[in-house]
């Protein structure tokens, strides 16, 4: 398989090797177009369609459908939210009772102690979730998404 598909094609099927091959190269992308300050940023949204190609292909190779990996992105997403709740909401609404300072902060401090638990849960999740997909082998034979990574024909 050729770069460009793997890159910036969702279809076929890859085996695990491929698939972190793929990964470490989109991370030392990333890690290299967060030195740059505007246009690192604008390009490593590219990255982002790039991971959604190699990641749906690793779970065709496992019989899965690619829109499985929105589960994870999901619930990271549901739980970073609600860590920045858990931040301004106590503070805000001890602000708005007109409570002492000690109050406001012993508010903060609990919200920001359920923020580090929401934001571990979250890097838990997605680590979880890139283990499942990077170590798990991949179907035998031809399956609905094509034939064995080994065998695929590139056209």
Same mark, same amino acid.
């Given at each position: ?21 793929? *990964? ?5 992308? +990333?890690?290299?177009? &967060?030195?740059?300050?505007?246009? &690192? ?8 369609? %790039? +991971?959604? %190609? ?11 459908? &690619? ?11 549901? $739980? %970073? ?6 931040? @301004?909401?106590?503070?805000?609404? @001890?602000?708005?009772?007109? @409570?002492?300072?000690? @109050? ?25 979730? $890139?283990? *499942? ?9 031809? +399956?609905?998404? &094509? ?9």
């Amino acid at each position: 398989m050729d770069w460009k598909t793997l890159f910036f094609s969702p279809d076929g099927r890859i085996g695990r090797s491929t698939f972190w091959i793929g *990964w470490l190269v989109l991370l030392g992308v +990333n890690v290299v177009l &967060g030195w740059i300050p505007l246009i &690192g940023f604008l390009l490593s949204l590219v990255t982002i369609y %790039c +991971n959604v %190609c190699v990641t749906s292909k690793r779970l065709h190779d496992m019989g899965r459908s &690619g829109f499985l990996q929105l589960i994870p992105i999901i619930l990271c997403t549901t $739980l %970073c939210i609600g860590a920045i709740v858990m931040v @301004a909401g106590p503070a805000i609404m @001890a602000g708005i009772a007109d @409570a002492s300072e000690d @109050a406001i902060v012993a508010a903060l401090m609990a919200g920001i102690g359920g923020m580090i638990l929401a934001v571990l849960a979250a890097f838990v999740i997605g680590f979880g979730f $890139l283990l *499942w997909i990077g170590i798990s082998l991949g179907d035998k034979g031809d +399956n609905r998404y &094509g034939p064995p990574p080994a065998t695929a024909v590139v056209a």
